[in-house]
């Protein structure tokens, strides 16, 4: 069925149903745009910027530092960072070692990065010179392979009046000591010649980072991803996006070299923040705008809209958090947003009423993709221009990709066309495996006419156009009476309500109907409302058996470092109150 089903009508004009020429080692992106574009800035950070040679030569002494460690082929690197101009440079410089990248969220607690160091075994971690970050790092390496620590410094990556007001007043975050034996990034990266080491890398099988699951059901688990899961991704996104710019204008591939930035609010440690930010960028030697913390400001995100005024993005790929927290910004309409001309919205549902209101408060197109951290993550993009996206949908998969709907208790079956099954992904994004962990690979591959497919565990459909929607991740779907209920729709019938600003529904036991549903709402600042005015709200708009039996206000609804709402913690959370 899969075969056909792509040859819709309402598949992106222009845009080929295959991707070539991506089988190549990932810090190609970066020699690339230094050598054609040599003097273009690449990352901006602070009013200050690096351009492309100087990342590359950078990256280059990093490589030769490493190789100097005795880092090579397979060995692994950890980046405890968050979006620092450091970041690519090392992420690089590891790469062109012939190292594996190990990506840690910054702001793991020393037990949880200790982890990952000894599951990955990594022999060497870069980290922030600041007062939490270090010490953290510091813990975290007791009983690991991690031999060097390498401690990067803001300072040198900031305008040189900055640096030294900063410095003068205090202000650039430092740890309080740091020991003797732990290396100083510009200390190394000085000492170190730009000469990378000589290595072979086999696209297809080598190890280019490893990023670890949300670990949603255990322990996370680190998702292998070759140097051509990424390059493909990368590649295929650029043949399949095209945009619309003014009234009137026939769309245009987003592939104009040095033209375009990224507002990088994503983290990098993140697979959608590397590839559809850091990496996506590098390709297309476009400015990258280091955001270290989209939140700062007051009121919250205030620096972030700061940021899109002062450097004129074109392209936010963000989660559906930040899209809500931009519509709802108290001084949305004092910045000039209008250099944005695409926003890639993913890691969650977008809620079709958020993607109109930030689509009417700044003039941009928000296109929704889907994917996973072990899809690279990209694996289906909606199409990026208004005349045939369908908003809710995931849209189509990206050329060279295939997507099929699998029988939920058996997925070894493809169900009939329109009909809601499992999610199942074939193509070159799809990782190597997890590392070490045979069992689950187990678990999350089957095999179909000759093809490895990745059972994404969420649950969707393909309509008769073959756009796909996604309606829930299999574990969260909530069972009323025998009726299936899933939480995605029933919070984007919530978020159509003026007052919410942030959602949430989950499902707790009920002794009658086996589950009940349960809505978590966050209002718009200065809003009030009642239980008994939102339920009447429900009744109008949903079916009795979808409608949330219990509502719940709360000022914060907890998300991930990422962005996601935490549905499982709430979750747990209500189950522990039913009980």
Known sequence: MTDSVWKTPFWPEGVGHTCTDYKFPVFKFLDDSAKNYPNLPYTIFNGASKTFAQVKDTADRIA?????????????????????????????????????????????????????????????????????????????????????????????????????????????????????????????????????????????????????????????????????????????????????????????????????????????????????????????????????????????????????QKYKPTFMPAVPTIFVAFTNHALINQYDLSSLIGCFSGGAPLPPEVCKQFEDKTGSIIFEGYGLTETAPVASVNPTFKQTRKIGSIGFPLPGTDIKILDIEDPSREVPQGEEGEVAICGPQVMKGYWKRPDANEEVFVHIDGNRYFLTGDIGNIDPNGYITITDRKKDMIIVGGFNVYPREVED???????????????????????????????????????????????ENMAGYKRPKIIEFRDEIPVSNVGKVLRRVLRDEAVEGAE
Not at 95 to 109: D, S
Not at 168 to 191: Q, S
């Open 64 to 308: 030769n530092f490493l190789a100097g460690k005795g880092i090579g082929k397979g060995d692994k690197v950890a980046i405890f960072l968050p979006n620092l101009p450091q970041f690519p440079e090392i992420l690089f410089g590891i790469l062109k070692a012939g190292a594996v990248a190990v990506n840690c969220n910054p702001v793991y607690t020393a037990s949880e990065l200790n982890q990952q160091l000894t599951d990955s075994q990594s022999k060497m971690v870069f980290c922030m010179d600041h007062p939490v970050f270090y010490p953290s790092t510091v813990k975290a390496i007791e009983g690991t392979a991690v031999d060097t620590v390498i401690v990067c410094n803001i300072k040198s990556y900031l305008p040189k009046f900055k640096a030294f007001l900063g410095g003068l007043l205090g202000k650039i975050p430092r740890a309080d000591n740091i020991a003797p034996a732990h290396l100083m990034f510009d200390d190394i990266v000085a000492a170190s010649r730009p000469t990378p080491p000589s290595i072979t890398i086999n696209p297809e099988e080598d190890t280019a980072v490893m990023l670890y699951t949300g670990g949603t059901t255990g322990l996370p688990k680190g998702a292998e991803l070759t140097h051509t899961n990424f390059t493909y991704d990368v590649m295929a996104i650029i043949e399949y996006a095209r945009f619309v710019h003014g009234e009137g204008k026939t769309a245009e591939s987003m592939y104009q070299e040095g033209f375009h930035s990224f507002l990088g609010v994503l983290p990098w440690y993140h697979s959608f923040g590397i590839t559809v930010a850091l990496l996506l960028s590098s390709k297309l030697a476009a400015k990258l705008i280091c955001i270290p913390d989209p939140r700062a400001g007051k009121p919250p995100f205030t620096e972030v809209l700061k940021a899109v």
């Open 493 to 539: 019938i919530l978020y159509t309500h003026p007052k919410v600003e942030l959602t949430a529904v989950v499902g707790v036991p009920d002794e009658k109907s086996g589950e009940k549903v349960k809505a978590f709402i966050k209002l718009k600042e200065g809003e009030t409302a009642t239980e008994e005015s939102m339920a009447a709200f429900c009744k």
